[in-house]
């Protein structure tokens, strides 16, 4: 049996049921929003040229 020493969240494949499922789905939220976050923050290249020309 081993002791864990370091204090770092448990990981995906140590955790069973429920607990598993959730982490899965605050992981895929998290990754959702900065997915979404990074796509704002980019303007498309017409989008920046418009802007340009716009003055």
Known sequence: MSVRT????PRLS???GEARLD?????????RARFEARSVKR???LARLA?????
């Open 6 to 9: 370091d204090h770092s969240p």
């Open 14 to 16: 140590d955790m069973y």
């Open 23 to 31: 982490a899965l789905y605050r992981r895929a939220a998290a990754d």
């Open 43 to 45: 303007p498309g290249l």
């Open 51 to 55: 802007s340009i020309l716009r003055g």
